[in-house]
Every structure is written in C-alpha cells, then in structure tokens.
T-cell receptor, first 117, second 118 residues
Framework: AQTVTQSQPEMSVQEAETVTLSCTYDTSESDYYLFWYKQPPSRQMILVIRQEAYKQQNATENRFSVNFQKAAKSFSLKISDSQLGDAAMYFCAYRSQETTSGSRLTFGEGTQLTVNP | DAGVIQSPRHEVTEMGQEVTLRCKPISGHNSLFWYRQTMMRGLELLIYFNNNVPIDDSGMPEDRFSAKMPNASFSTLKIQPSEPRDSAVYFC????????????????FGPGTRLTVL
C-alpha cells in the first residue's frame, strides 16, 4: 500500500516571502499522480496543483510550483510571494495509475501554513 | 458550474439515531467518492462509485455505514445507528474518469458535512 508523509505539521512564512512544504511518499509503482490540496478554515478542499509521474517537467500554477524528485519519492510545494489568503492546511495526495484502485487518493497528514503580515 | 453540493453542512444527532448525508456531484462527472476526515485518522476514503456502481468500499468502517448512488446526480451516505466515534467531517468528491493516461479524473471536493454524534 502507498503511504504519504508530510513531516512538517506546521510552517510559517512572512507575507511576500517564499515557503516550501515537504512531502514524501512510498510506492512500488512507476506510474502515478501527485496532488497538493489546500484546506482553508472553511474546510473546503481546493486543488492547488497536480503532477503526472511520467512527466519530468515540474508543474507550475501561477505562484505555486512543485519540485518533483521521482527517484527520491519527493514532491514538495513552493509558494512564492505568499499572501494572507494562502494560510491553510495543505495536504499532499497520491493516486495510483492502476485501473482497479486507481481512483483512491491517499493523503498525507497535512501541514498547517501560517502567513504573517 | 455549481461544484459538488453536500447537505446538510452541519448535523448534530444523538447516539443511536440514523444519519443521512447527501451529495450532488458535478454535472457530467461519472465517479463519486466519500471521504471522512478526523483528527486521529486524517482523510480516508470510505467508498467510491463509478457510473453509479460501487467499485471500492474497503474503507467503509462497518455494517452501520451504507452508501447508495441511485442515479448519476445523487448519492447518500447513511449511518445507522450512529455512535460518538462517527463524529467527523464527511466529504464528497466527484471526477470525470476516462480511459487512458492523464489527469482527466482529478477529484473535486464538496464543502463537507460536519457530523457531531452526542
């Protein structure tokens, strides 16, 4: 079974600065997908960014980018020019490519990000 | 698009009562997921439907939990009888699953239902 680990329960960053959230995962599969979801105090789970393991290029979405290191099984999220609205719990998630179990998302424990004005 | 709709947003009930949570997926999506979020266990998948058929219910904790999807636009998660340990936030998510490689079936989440069982 796959596991996802977020080793930073809490992180803080100054507004306009850059912060990196860590995520590692364990899998024996070669093809899979990785996601970062954001959960603000409203509890809504919001997709931030996604990465296909077969693509070597790191995904980017505006101020959000990832550093995907397949050999190291690492998938970190970088937030540039942090804004107060970025404050939230961030979850890293793994999805298999396999057909039978492929749609199950396995989540990490989450990292609570605080943005200081 | 309206997004995934869940009701109720909050539910408070007493132990032993029946609880029904409802979900309307995004129009056109063919996969639906029920997740539960607790402090102790984090986010975990309870059950997953594809084209209204349950595909993976290995996460359903016990027989007190049941889920149905009578049509493509509606699903329910029922707990009978409810217990205090069922208190959690329950999320519904939907996606459009297609054949082939790619991220077409990214899951989009509803706002969740916060359940409190006294």
């Amino acid at each position: 079974a796959q596991t996802v680990t977020q080793s930073q329960p809490e992180m803080s960053v100054q507004e306009a600065e850059t912060v990196t959230l860590s995520c590692t995962y364990d899998t024996s599969e070669s093809d899979y997908y990785l996601f970062w979801y954001k959960q603000p105090p409203s509890r809504q789970m919001i997709l931030v960014i996604r990465q296909e393991a077969y693509k070597q290029q790191n995904a980017t979405e505006n101020r959000f980018s990832v550093n995907f290191q397949k050999a190291a099984k690492s998938f970190s999220l970088k937030i540039s020019d942090s804004q107060l609205g970025d404050a939230a719990m961030y979850f890293c998630a793994y999805r298999s490519q396999e057909t039978t179990s492929g749609s199950r998302l396995t989540f990490g424990e989450g990292t609570q990000l605080t943005v200081n004005p | 698009d309206a997004g995934v709709i869940q009701s109720p947003r909050h539910e408070v009930t007493e132990m032993g009562q029946e609880v029904t949570l409802r979900c309307k997926p995004i129009s056109g999506h063919n996969s639906l997921f029920w997740y539960r979020q607790t402090m102790m266990r984090g986010l975990e998948l309870l059950i997953y439907f594809n084209n209204n058929v349950p595909i993976d219910d290995s996460g359903m904790p016990e027989d007190r939990f049941s889920a149905k999807m009578p049509n493509a636009s509606f699903s329910t998660l029922k707990i009978q009888p409810s217990e205090p340990r069922d208190s959690a936030v329950y999320f519904c998510a939907s996606s459009l699953k297609t054949i082939g490689r790619g991220l077409t079936d990214t899951q989009y989440f509803g706002p969740g239902t916060r359940l409190t069982v006294l």
